[in-house]
């Protein structure tokens, strides 16, 4: 079972830029989805952005599109989230998962969660 830890997590301004990191212990496979989720207060958690392990492939939710990056770095494990120009709508814990089936936006099909990053955007 791979444990994931989400660092990074903060209070910023609106139009100010955050990244958050996620570390990874254990093997995780080419095939293998990683993504970013956030859940706000009284809503579902939402998916935010995603890579394919292997190939680098990147997803985006259309709400983050153009401002959130996904990456990877294989060696060490990590995956990373930047964010550019935050929005008090971006306000969220931010959970870093990991999916062995491959792409999913769906957070029921995720084997592995960390236990999430606080961030908040003031206006």
């Known amino acids: 079972q791979v444990q994931l830890i989400e660092s990074g997590g903060g209070l910023v301004q609106a139009g100010d830029s955050l990244r958050l990191s996620c570390k990874a212990s254990g093997r995780i496979f080419s095939s293998t989805f990683m993504a970013w989720f956030r859940q706000a207060p009284g809503k579902e958690r939402e998916f935010v952005a995603g890579?394919?392990?292997?190939?680098?492939?990147?997803y985006y939710a259309d709400s983050v599109k153009g401002r959130f990056t996904i990456s990877r770095v294989q060696a060490e494990n990590m995956v990373y989230l930047q964010m550019k120009s935050l929005i008090p709508e971006d306000t969220a814990v931010y959970y870093c998962a990991l999916d062995r089936g491959g792409y999913s936006t769906m957070d029921s099909t995720y084997d592995s969660w960390g236990p999430g990053t606080q961030v908040t955007v003031s206006s």
């Open positions: 890579i394919r392990w292997g190939v680098g492939n990147t």
